[in-house]
């Protein structure tokens, strides 16, 4: 069914073993998510089809009201033979765990109230592997 409607949609890049993968997470009006697209290697290949498998999957499993946890965790720590260290020391094990991460990244966006810091000195800084903007109170 084709609609006109706009959704919210929130897009994160993981580095992967297969490549650079691009996780969007897509909003209803109340903000709950209701499909993921990832977005990973050449048009044509495997990683693309298995992408977009997984996609299908994932997106299936949030309209039938399994929660994001559950999703995170059964995604989570999925190894390869093949890995990739990114930021803050996460090593990132296949295609599979930087969807989790990226799940991951995005309910800690959503869910989690930012950083307030009241000192003076710096505008901006890393604090505990997050980046902290002076917010205004």
Partial sequence: MITNKWYNSLTYRVEAPEGT???????????KPIAIDINIGKSGSSVKAWAQGLSRVITTSLENDVP??????DLS???????RLIRNGVIIRSGSDAVGFALL???RDKYVPPIVDDDDDDDEREHKGRFVRRVAR
């Fill in 21 to 31: 993968a691009f996780v969007t997470v897509v909003e209803n009006d109340s903000g």
């Fill in 68 to 73: 994001l946890e559950y999703i995170i965790a």
């Fill in 77 to 83: 720590a999925q190894g390869s033979d093949r890995v």
């Fill in 105 to 107: 990244e995005y309910k």
